[in-house]
């Protein structure tokens, strides 16, 4: 029969061995690291805004797989969006992945919903959500640095 859990987690396998948007973008508009001292993941976050949207998101650095997938499935989901959208799919993940209910609805997720499973496992989220904040922090401050704790 077919898993969707194996499904999901052929995409956080797939987008940790070959991750999207990896490496560092010419003349990003901002740029923002973040560290999770709790797993040693790190990262930096490269943006390029126009008109009010992402026209351009990349990362690099290093992490678990839970973190690199992560970043490689948030910068495919917010190439194109307003910044308001942005945060509102921010808050609709961050939701997905910490939500004690038991029957998120999925679909409107996308490859996304592959990470809903880190919510069974607390320490893992903080990987999940690492790159999360650093967009959410880099959209809405000025600071340089995100971290975890």
């Keep these: ?8 987690q052929e995409v ?3 987008h940790n061995r070959s991750p999207r948007n990896f490496g560092k973008l010419a003349g990003a508009d901002r740029m923002l690291e973040g560290f999770n001292p709790l797993c040693g993941d790190r990262l930096t976050l490269y943006l390029k805004l ?5 026209a351009d998101i990349s990362f690099d650095g290093t992490g678990c797989a839970i973190s690199i997938a992560s970043a490689s499935l948030m910068t495919d989901a917010m190439k194109g969006k307003t910044t308001a ?4 799919i921010f808050n609709q993940f961050h939701e997905l ?3 004690t209910r038991a029957d998120p609805d999925l679909e409107k997720f996308g490859k996304l919903a ?7 496992y607390p320490t893992r989220v903080k990987c999940a959500t690492l790159c999360w904040h650093t967009l959410h922090t880099a959209l809405t ?3 340089t640095t995100v971290t975890t704790e």
């Design 114 to 120: 592959a990470l809903a499973g880190v919510r069974e």
């Design 50 to 54: 126009a008109d009010g949207r992402i």
């Design 1 to 8: 029969m077919f898993d969707l859990k194996d499904l999901y």
């Design 141 to 143: 401050s000025d600071q």
């Design 97 to 99: 992945v910490t939500a």
């Design 85 to 88: 959208e942005a945060e509102t």
């Design 12 to 14: 956080i396998v797939d």
